[in-house]
């Protein structure tokens, strides 16, 4: 579906998933690219029936589901951040470093402009959304998730999570000048859900140091939470950080 003018959004029942992808006047981006290579030749071929253009992929962290369809878009220029990269080489999953992200990136796609930023770590160490000032869509990557009837899953936490830099990483998110964005799963939302993401991380933060110093069993921290118990449970208990 089109959520902007150029801007198109495929959503997947498996996962909840949603990939993006810009049009310019001389080529398109591609905003993740599925977990496998069948899923990613599917993607592929769903883009080639709305565009000839050729394609420019990114990649917003080096979860499965989101970057091991890769090989389906080989070859052309593809972008993640380092951290991102290295985990995907370190599992076969990429055949060397591609174009890189460290901090900030401007594409030119013909007629449009698209920012590519590394938001500091959070979900994971290689985090990066993906901005279209023109029409004011942010892909967010799993920065930010919109699940039915709320917002972060069990499955948003996981050892490779920093929890305690995620907050500061939205608060950047929040800079940009965004009214509609993506969630890396879930339907797209308006700027508001960045910062109610934002807030229920402050909380697990405050409830995981209450846990670790002794002043709050876990029970007593699931009660006090704004998410469910699995979710709570599994941000405070998989990030190392």
């Not at 160490?125 to 699940?147: M, Q, S």
């Not at 936490?157 to 509609?180: C, H, I, Q, Y």
């Amino acid at each position: 579906m089109e959520i902007a003018e150029g801007v198109l959004l495929r959503r997947y029942a498996e996962l909840d998933l949603s990939v993006g992808l810009v049009l310019g006047s001389e080529r398109c981006l591609v905003v993740d690219v599925r977990g496998d290579a069948r899923q990613g030749a599917e993607l592929a071929d769903a883009v080639r029936r709305v565009t000839p253009l050729p394609w420019t992929v990114v990649i917003t962290h080096d979860h499965f589901d989101h970057a091991y369809g890769l090989p389906a878009f080989l070859p052309c220029d593809a972008w993640a951040h380092p951290a991102c990269w290295d985990e995907l080489v370190r599992l076969d999953r990429a055949p060397g470093r591609g174009l890189l992200v460290r901090d900030r990136v401007e594409l030119d796609l013909g007629r449009r402009r698209v920012v590519l930023a590394h938001p500091g770590v959070a979900h994971t160490p290689g985090d990066v959304v993906v901005h279209v000032p023109d029409v004011g869509v942010l892909f967010a990557g799993d920065l930010v998730e919109r699940v039915p009837g709320g917002t972060f899953s069990a499955e948003s936490f996981g050892t490779d999570t920093v929890l305690a830099a995620w907050p500061s990483a939205l608060e950047r998110l929040a800079t940009f000048d965004a009214t509609t964005v993506v969630p890396g799963h879930g339907e797209p939302a308006g700027p508001d859900l960045v910062e109610t993401c934002r807030r229920q991380l402050l909380t697990l933060l405050d409830l995981r140091a209450d846990v670790r110093s002794g002043r709050l069993d876990e029970n007593a921290a699931l009660d006090r939470s704004p998410l469910p118990a699995d979710v709570t449970r599994a941000a405070l208990t998989k990030p190392t950080d």
